[in-house]
């Protein structure tokens, strides 16, 4: 099994300033790795995905890099509906047991 | 518009049973392989099942083999996850979701409360 470790858990940040979010997989996935973002109440929403693109309708200030075991996803200037907790999600292997990470949840400092 | 509904989930007993389905719409349900992903109460997402196109590979997370099942009717649009011998950790809200590697399109989720 890959194991998804997210940092940091809690990330506090002020309207405006950027995040950074990591995911780091246990062994390589290539670049077979999404960003989903959930709000309380909510199904996720798929962000990012091929470790890079943007899913429809995602604004650019949202952007992922990385690949092989380590990941980013960046927000460049937070707005107040990107707080929110981010799940990283490996999709590299078969049989297809793809994991997530355990969330970073971005609040307001 | 694309959309997943789940349905079925409720309160069960330790031990007992209970069916999940979800209906999905807006977009060729056949051409993809589905997904269950579960969620206990204040925890992360956790992968539970995937299915493929014709129902002839299936997958499961190893904490519900023999346990659950998966299955879809693609003349109904419909994907179903059967489960059974039902634990308290078991307990969660369950999404279904198309799967293209990654998750693009999720239900709302059903809440299943497995307790005495």
């Known amino acids: 099994e890959i194991v998804m470790t997210q940092s940091p858990a809690t990330l506090s940040v002020s309207p405006g300033e950027r995040a950074t979010l990591s995911c780091r997989a246990s062994q390589s996935v290539s670049s077979n790795l999404a960003w989903y973002q959930q709000k309380p109440g909510q199904a996720p929403r798929l962000l990012i995905y091929g470790a890079s693109t943007r899913a429809t309708g995602i604004p650019a200030r949202f952007s992922g890099s990385g690949s092989g075991t380590e990941f980013t996803l960046t927000i460049s200037s937070l707005q107040s509906e990107d707080f929110a907790v981010y799940y990283c999600q490996q999709y590299n292997n078969w049989p297809p047991l793809w994991t997530f990470g355990q969330g970073t949840k971005v609040e307001i400092k | ?116």
Request: charged share 15%; aromatic share 12%.
């Open chain 2, 1 to 116: 518009e694309v959309q997943l509904v789940e349905s079925g989930g409720g309160l069960v007993q330790p031990g007992g049973s209970l069916r999940l389905s979800c209906a999905a719409s807006g977009f060729t349900f056949s051409s993809y392989w589905m997904s269950w992903v579960r969620q206990a109460p204040g925890k992360g997402l956790e992968w539970v099942a995937n299915i493929k196109q014709d129902g002839s590979e299936k997958y499961y997370v190893d904490s519900v083999k023999g346990r659950f099942t998966i299955s879809r009717d693609n003349a109904k649009n419909s994907l179903y996850l059967q489960m059974n011998s039902l634990r308290a950790e078991d307990t969660a809200v369950y999404y279904c979701a198309r799967n293209s590697g990654s998750y693009q399109v999720w239900g709302q989720g059903t809440l299943v409360t497995v307790s005495s």
